[in-house]
């Protein structure tokens, strides 16, 4: 089924800039072609490629780049995070965005609900080494503290042999349980934002 008027972001938290070859780009761009074969649309976003300033707050001032990009992640339905695997946690740039995030359980919409509720998010995890599933453990507590609501299997991940030096960008084919795995992320994510988009969170009652 087809699901229309969906916008989507997928934040590529690479510690590599643009053009260099990123496998995060790659896995990204497989997702995002998975969401608009279902009809919604959205972008790919390096974060490293902008001057996202350390901080809690949604603005700190100074050249900081983070308020575009806030403002882009509360105009989409779907966030989805993308991480390489360094030391066996997520990237910096993925613990930044999470530490910006931290702002938005301050903001409330005009119901009176944290202004991330009824948004929808999801990750995708790549290394060659292990820790897919403590980063993602880990992205979706934070996701999920600050408002977000999470799919059913809404985490997709790829680890690498230890030790050796191939990655995901490197493979001559996504391996089948990864792309059954990217699909159902995808299409949960996507069921998941049309039913809070039809039946939002209640506004909060009295303590």
Known sequence: ??????????????????????????????????????????????????????????????????????????????????????????????????ERLDAELSATDDEGRPILFGHVAATAVLGNEDGAHKITADLHQALNDVGFTLPAQGGTYWNGRAMEKVDYKDLDATPEPVAQANATLVANAVHLAGVLRERPYPAPGPA
Request: hydrophobic fraction near 40%; glycine fraction near 8%.
């Open 1 to 98: 089924m087809r699901i229309t008027e969906q916008r989507v972001l997928i934040l590529n938290c690479t510690l590599k800039p643009s053009p260099e070859e990123s496998s995060c780009q790659l896995i990204a761009q497989q997702l995002l072609d998975g969401f608009t074969s279902l009809g919604a649309v959205g972008d790919v976003v390096r974060v490293v490629d902008l001057d996202i300033a350390p901080g809690v707050k949604s603005d700190m001032g100074g050249g900081d780049q983070w308020p575009s990009l806030r403002t882009r992640i509360l105009d989409s339905d779907i966030l989805v995070i993308a991480t390489p695997t360094w030391l066996g946690h997520m990237s910096s740039v993925a613990q930044r965005v999470l």
